[in-house]
């Protein structure tokens, strides 16, 4: 058994710290202080690596959602390319040599539940500061934007930051001063965005570093990835957390974090057999596939995604739980497929 060291102990009066093994626990580097989910971009159940068109609410990774005034500009993708310390990240590359119209935009963005983000007491005299910090790179180089925004999209805190040297990772930080106005969500609802532009027209464009009820997705002058044919950038190690400080990227475990990522979205796998075959109507089923949902944001959406049989399948959905129906069968046969179950805010 190794040896545990402890350099300091806590006297009785409180008046020493107790450090192990050169770690010194504090509230700032304490778990769950990133309210990001998937910052780090591991978890991908959609694609599983593949790349995607670059299309409104389209997902490059879970929970980093695509959104846009124009689709087909770039692809989306999880890569294998990343800073030391981390083995994933979001690569967006543009397809296009866009010129951006003053209604335009291109964001990533990722919205925060207000469950996770109550203890800011945004929109009050008491609210917190909070720190934004992720690791970017991109084949461009200059002065990059992007928000925060509360869900009404009607108080907004627009960032810059700077790309100094091309295909390099940096690492940046945003220190955001806690807004005592403006409505900021504390139910299972859209606490607040978190958004990154990769090409924003006038209309969504202030000037960073102030509060503004303007609804802004980056700042004026800021590079637009879109417009140059070929362009990449990606982004990991993105934290969102309490206090003025950056503090190390907070790596969870990977079923933590997928257990996390779940909440808002899932796959699983269904099987069908008609017992009674019918071509009209609902056959007699067996072996009817449950899934318990309650552990989910919300009551999802679910959708039939595949089909491996020529019989027809459908998903019913109460509150607490899903389950397939089959029906057209010609024979005693069996329907595979996939389900997908939606509660993304």
């Given at each position: 058994?190794?040896?545990?060291?402890?350099?300091?102990?806590?006297?009785?009066?409180?008046?020493?710290?107790?450090?192990?093994?050169?770690?010194?626990?504090?509230?700032?580097?304490?778990?769950?202080?990133?309210?990001?989910?998937?910052?780090?971009?591991?978890?991908?159940?959609?694609?599983?690596?593949?790349?995607?068109?670059?299309?409104?609410?389209?997902?490059?990774?879970d929970r980093?959602?695509?959104?846009?005034s124009?689709?087909?500009?770039?692809?989306?993708?999880?890569s294998?390319?990343?800073?030391?310390?981390?083995?994933?990240?979001?690569?967006?590359?543009?397809?296009?040599?866009?010129?951006?119209?003053?209604?335009?935009?291109?964001?990533h963005?990722?919205?925060?539940?207000?469950?996770?983000?109550?203890?800011?007491?945004?929109?009050?005299?008491?609210?917190v500061?909070?720190?934004?910090?992720?690791?970017?790179?991109?084949?461009?180089?200059?002065?990059?934007?992007?928000?925060?925004?509360n869900?009404?999209?009607?108080?907004?805190?627009?960032?810059?930051?700077?790309?100094?040297?091309?295909?390099?990772?940096?690492q940046?930080?945003?220190?955001?001063?806690?807004?005592?106005?403006?409505?900021?969500?504390?139910?299972?609802?859209?606490?607040?965005?978190l958004?990154?532009?990769?090409?924003?027209?006038?209309?969504?464009?202030?000037?960073?570093?102030?509060?503004?009820?303007?609804?802004?997705?980056?700042?004026?002058?800021?590079?637009?990835?879109?417009?140059?044919?070929?362009?990449?950038?990606?982004?990991?190690?993105?934290?969102?957390?309490e206090?003025?400080?950056?503090?190390?990227?907070?790596?969870?475990?990977?079923?933590?974090?997928?257990a996390?990522?779940?909440?808002?979205?899932?796959?699983?796998s269904?099987?069908?057999?008609?017992?009674?075959?019918?071509?009209?109507?609902?056959?007699?089923?067996g072996?009817?596939?449950?899934?318990?949902?309650?552990?989910?944001?919300?009551?999802?959406?679910?959708?039939?995604?595949?089909?491996?049989?020529?019989?027809?399948?459908?998903?019913?959905?109460?509150?607490?739980?899903?389950?397939?129906?089959?029906?057209?069968?010609?024979?005693?046969q069996?329907?595979?497929?996939?389900?997908?179950?939606?509660?993304?805010?």
């Open positions: 058994m190794s040896e545990i060291s402890v350099n300091s102990i806590l006297d009785a009066t409180g008046g020493a710290t107790t450090t192990i093994n050169g770690f010194t626990p504090t509230v700032s580097n304490m778990a769950g202080r990133n309210r990001i989910i998937n910052g780090d971009m591991r978890i991908d159940q959609r694609n599983a690596g593949a790349a995607v068109t670059a299309n409104n609410a389209v997902f490059g990774v980093f959602k695509f959104q846009d124009q689709d087909t500009k770039g692809t989306l993708q999880q294998s390319v990343a800073p030391v310390g981390f083995v994933n990240s979001l690569l967006f590359t543009s397809t296009s040599a866009y010129a951006i119209i003053t209604t335009d935009f291109f964001v963005t990722q919205s925060i539940e207000g469950l996770n983000i109550s203890d800011f007491a945004w929109g009050t005299a008491n609210a500061p909070v720190t934004v910090s992720f690791w970017v790179r991109s084949s461009l180089t200059g002065m990059f934007g992007g928000a925060i925004q869900s009404a999209q009607n108080y907004n805190y627009p960032f810059a930051y700077t790309i100094s040297s091309a295909n390099t990772w940096e940046k930080t945003i220190i955001i001063a806690g807004p005592t106005s403006g409505t900021w969500l504390t139910t299972n609802g859209r606490g607040l965005n958004l990154f532009g990769l090409g924003v027209g006038a209309t969504f464009l202030e000037t960073s570093g102030a509060w503004t009820t303007s609804n802004v997705f980056s700042v004026t002058g800021a590079t637009s990835v879109v417009g140059t044919n070929g362009a990449t950038f990606y982004i990991t190690g993105v934290q969102l957390e206090g003025s400080v950056a503090t190390p990227f907070e790596h969870r475990q990977y079923g933590q974090e997928l996390l990522c779940q909440r808002y979205y899932k796959e699983r269904a099987g069908v057999t008609a017992v009674t075959p019918s071509t009209s109507g609902y056959s007699g089923i072996n009817v596939y449950t899934v318990d949902v309650k552990d989910m944001r919300v009551q999802p959406t679910a959708i039939k995604a595949t089909s491996d049989s020529t019989a027809t399948a459908i998903v019913k959905l109460s509150r607490d739980r899903w389950w397939a129906v089959g029906y057209n069968f010609t024979s005693v069996y329907d595979y497929f996939k389900v997908t179950l939606d509660a993304e805010l």
